[in-house]
């Protein structure tokens, strides 16, 4: 009767779940985030997120073309990359940002790594540290406001000002598109429910972060603290749908579980260190890094085998022996990992005051070049100490008085004094520098020993162009001024694009010159 | 699915060996008259077992017919008379108490008794372990091994006395076992029939299980009912565990109470393309085709595509239906579309996605193991990531949305491994 009976290995069934499937499922559980992107930032946030899918999607079609791969772009795992990438992006991006990072991320890091599956890095955090590294200046401007660049959220927690965790959590603050916690969190938590990503991962990422965050953040467990770093910095983001991608993540529950915790502490350690508002998409590529190490190492084993050590084949062991090994493993790489963590932390900090010392000293010569050695002076030491580590007087923000010497030249005679002093209203944190005063009064030069600022922006600030504007001045006082150029004896032109890192500046050398002439001056 | 005898009408197959172990040898010649439960050939050894004739009629040839698997076997075909006349000797229920424990295995190997979960092996063998005493669970299985079948649960509906009955032959043979009936919870009538039946019976219970696949696979019955696992390289035997299917048990009733030896079982008659699905209890030789037009046929306008012996996780692929049942050929699916086909055709390149690893039930890492595989790192693949634990059981090929051919590989794999063993060791 029936000739034509095909013929092939068992299983002859198949589930319904597809790879386009999956690849489908997980952009629709992107899609709340970018709604609610659209919705708060406009149109453009909408052109940035179709360019960054449409040249990701293009991408792989083309390398399909050009090496007959076949048609891998299809798959829908493109439109998953893209759209990740998108989201990771200013609203205000220029339209050629997406489209070099979509295809850097599809063409180089997935094309050609072998495509689907055989990725080292996660491509659209690929794409999005190769968009930060080649157009960092476009990369940090997130939202335009009178010309001013503002703070995202992060970067303003670093410099001490408050945040608004409510509107962190909505998504309606400065940042990427995809920055609403809560449109993230639906997306990602259906995806959990549904079983497409692993809740060791997700969790142990918000676990190991948050304590981490708590014990090493500088502010305890507080809650408000807590939560507004949770919010912020695609923490969120990175917890759910970056460090769960399959292709880059360990095979194993316990190898998967010491990766989220891995990337939990990276990412507490560069916040706590760094301050880089991304620093939480390093450090899931540098945990993507690890995680052929880990699926070297941490192989679950079958079944069978898995009481062989003291338990019988049969089973007849004590039941507890099951239950806390996972446990003891885990409490352990917990606390093993967090000793490390201590441990870096006492080590760097040490060296870290070290070396802010020699860079203090080698700016007081940068500032006063005749000067030969250095001394204190009790009186004026005295002085300082007078000022309880609080602001310095009312018109020069939030500024501090750290140390004063006196500089002697060759022959034994006062050649000038330095004076350190500090602007807590940085863009991205303090700014410290040293004001180098001739005993008359003149400004000598200034010399930065702290400065934190956005590359190609804030940063800026340490170019001559703008430091060496404060040489020889007379003035006591400096005004700044915003585009536009200086002429009066007491004007400074501002770096243009970076008012607040420059008015920071300002701030701090006119307090410096304010206790040079009240205190140094006065005093004698 | 009700159960229904089905008695054939056309010429009846008996391939010699429809066990595992070695063929047995005929003892009848051509146009020798036969009848039903007569001994046609005799085991050859102590693991082989004997054909039963399950027709009455004469020996039509004794030469090479294609069997299941595609190859040509040496059969005994027997022109059926349709009589069915019944050989002497059997049908009357005996006194079991007078029976001993040699007497009961003799008459279990002189039935001709195989497992008949699928893999057919002798049942006499595995009820002869090297200490009986050490046996701790006899466990009945009453899980469907496969998704698509039924007839264990019909069985248990309907021969739940007879299957305890048989249990408790069994368990005369282990001192110190406790005989347990695992259900899959999605077969309430068959629990409670057995629940029913074994009330008031000593050494005895029943087990419901959660109704997953492969819960009928010996090894997850044993981690569930004796929270054993073990490895590959041991016997359910090893671990104090004698597993037999339901119809198996059966079997065992009608072997040692009614002498009769083993010549029908039950079988499912299911897939998308049957017209009318059924449970049959159905005589070894049957050929498939004649099963299948009696039943009904096919859906009117299907074209088969696909006909599995067994079912759809772990059946083996028919390229004809004109071959015989043979005695653990628990199902016949039909399909009228290739699940395989379409799979090839959505296939991806891996995705890492872990499915694979979660549905293991071994808890193996199917996805590094395919890995290793297709690198050829066989060493990795046997000794990191003990690939040959695999129990072919097809989960991680089913769950895989890359559809990846897993399973396939694997078997090549392991396939392999044994090979080179093997040259290694002839050396
Ligand atoms: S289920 Fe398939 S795609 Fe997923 S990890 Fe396993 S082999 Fe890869
Ligand atoms: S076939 Fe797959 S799921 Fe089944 S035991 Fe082997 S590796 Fe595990």
Redesign the pocket.
């Known amino acids: 009767m029936n000739t034509a009976l095909n013929i092939s290995s068992s299983p002859h069934t198949r589930d319904k779940w597809s790879?386009a499937f999956i690849m489908r499922v997980v952009t629709l559980s992107l899609l709340p985030a970018s709604l609610v992107g659209v919705i708060v930032y406009g149109w453009n946030a909408l052109l940035v997120l179709a360019l960054s899918v449409a040249s990701a999607v293009a991408s792989e079609f083309l390398f399909d073309k050009l090496t007959h791969k076949g048609d891998t772009w299809k798959d829908g795992s493109a439109v998953v990359t893209g759209l990740m990438l998108g989201l990771c992006l200013s609203p205000s991006a220029p339209w050629y940002i997406p489209v070099l990072g979509s295809m850097f991320a599809i063409l180089v890091v997935k094309c050609c790594f072998g495509g689907l599956?055989k990725n080292f890095v996660n491509p659209a955090l690929a794409g999005r540290c190769f968009l930060l590294i080649s157009f960092g200046k476009v990369m940090s401007a997130y939202q335009i406001v009178d010309g001013v660049s503002m703070a995202t959220p992060i970067a303003a927690l670093k410099g001490g000002s408050a945040v608004n965790i409510t509107q962190m959590f909505l998504g309606t603050a400065n940042g990427v598109i995809g920055s609403s916690i809560l449109a993230l969190l639906v997306g990602g938590l259906a995806l959990w429910a549904l079983d497409i990503i692993h809740g060791q991962i997700c969790f142990s990422v918000l676990i190991s972060f948050t304590a981490a965050m708590g014990l090493f953040g500088g502010q305890g467990f507080d809650v408000k603290f807590l939560l507004a770093h949770l919010c912020g910095g695609g923490v969120v983001m990175g917890a759910f749908f970056m460090a769960t991608d399959?292709v880059t993540s360990p095979v194993s529950r316990l190898g998967q579980t010491v990766y989220g915790v891995l990337i939990g502490l990276l990412g507490a350690v560069f916040r706590i260190k760094g301050g880089a508002p991304d620093s939480f998409s390093y450090s899931v590529i540098i945990a993507n890094l690890f995680v052929p190490m880990i699926d070297t190492y941490i192989l679950s084993k079958p079944f069978a085998y898995r009481r062989l050590a003291r338990g019988k084949w049969d089973g007849s062991g004590p039941l507890l022996k099951r239950v806390p090994r996972p446990v003891i493993v885990l409490t352990s790489i917990a606390l093993i990992a967090g000793v490390a963590l201590s441990g870096v932390y006492a080590l760097t900090k040490g060296t870290i005051e070290e070396q802010h010392r020699a860079a203090q000293a080698a700016s007081y010569k940068v500032v006063l070049p005749s000067a030969e050695s250095f001394e204190v002076d009790a009186a004026l030491d005295q002085a300082v100490a007078d000022l309880n580590g609080q602001v310095y007087g009312s018109d020069f923000g939030r500024s501090y008085i750290n140390e004063v010497f006196i500089g002697r030249d060759a022959a034994g005679e006062i050649a000038g004094y330095a004076i350190s002093a500090t602007s807590a209203d940085g863009f991205d944190g303090n700014i410290t520098l040293a004001v180098g005063v001739s005993p008359d009064g003149t400004l000598n030069g200034i010399s930065f020993t702290e400065l934190n600022e956005t590359p190609g922006m804030g940063m800026r600030a340490d170019e001559p162009e703008f430091k060496e504007q404060f040489n020889g001045r007379t003035a006591t006082r400096f005004k700044l001024i915003k585009a536009g150029s200086a002429i009066a004896e007491d004007e400074i032109d501002s770096v243009s694009g970076a008012s607040i890192t420059s008015s920071a500046v300002v701030n701090a050398v006119n307090a410096a010159l304010d206790f040079f002439h009240t205190t140094v001056k006065g005093g004698n | 699915m009700p159960l229904r005898d089905f008695l054939p009408q056309g010429e009846m197959v008996f391939p010699l060996s429809q066990h595992i172990g070695k063929p047995a040898k005929p003892i009848v010649k051509k146009n020798d008259p036969v009848l039903v439960g007569q001994r046609i050939a005799e085991a050859d050894g102590f693991v082989s077992a004997h054909v039963i004739c399950s027709c009455s009629g004469t020996v039509k040839a004794i030469e090479k017919r294609r069997v299941l698997t595609g190859a040509m076997m040496d059969c005994i075909v027997v022109d059926n008379d349709g009589a069915f006349t019944p050989a002497e000797g059997f049908g009357q229920r005996e006194d079991a108490s007078k029976l001993t424990n040699d007497d009961i295995l003799a008459r279990v190997q002189e039935a001709a008794i195989v497992g008949l979960g699928g893999a057919g092996f002798p049942t006499h063998v595995k009820l002869r372990p090297k200490d009986p005493a050490a046996i701790r669970y006899i466990i009945a299985n009453g899980a469907e091994c496969e998704p698509y079948l039924t007839c264990n649960d019909q069985l248990m509906r309907t021969r739940a006395a007879e299957i305890v009955e048989g249990l408790e032959l069994m368990l005369r043979l282990f001192p110190n076992a406790e005989g347990v009936i695992g259900i899959e919870r999605n077969k309430p009538e068959a629990i409670s029939a057995m629940e029913a039946a074994v009330s008031g019976k000593n050494r005895m219970r029943v087990l419901p299980l959660k109704t997953k696949y492969p819960q009928g696979g010996e090894r997850s019955l044993i981690q569930v009912v004796a929270g054993a696992n073990f490895p590959i390289t041991k016997l359910p035997a090893d671990v104090g565990c004698i597993v037999e299917n339901v119809g198996t048990i059966y079997a065992i009733q009608r072997a040692v109470l009614y002498h009769e030896p083993l010549f029908s079982h039950c079988l499912t008659l299911t897939g998308e393309a049957v017209k009318n699905p059924g449970n049959y209890i159905i005589r070894d030789g049957t050929s498939f085709s004649e099963l299948l037009e009696a039943s009904g046929g096919l859906k009117e306008g299907v074209t088969l595509k696909k006909a599995l012996c067994g079912g759809p996780m772990m059946g083996i692929p028919l390229g004809s239906l004109d071959v015989p049942i043979q005695k653990q050929n628990n199902g016949l699916t039909l399909l009228p579309e290739d699940p395989c086909e379409i799979a090839e055709a959505q296939m991806t390149a891996?995705?890492?996605?872990?499915?694979?690893?979660t549905v293991c039930p071994m808890g193996l890492l199917?996805?590094l193991m395919?890995e290793a595989a297709d690198d050829g790192d066989l060493d990795r693949y046997e000794k990191k990531l003990y690939g040959l634990e695999c129990i072919q059981c097809g989960s991680?090929t089913y769950?895989?949305?890359?559809k990846?051919p897993?399973m396939q590989t694997f078997k090549q794999a392991k396939a392999e491994i044994m090979a080179r063993k093997r040259a290694a060791g002839g050396k």
């Open positions: 790879t599956g399959y | 891996c995705l890492h996605c872990g499915r694979c690893t199917p996805q395919a991680c769950i895989c949305p890359a990846r897993l």
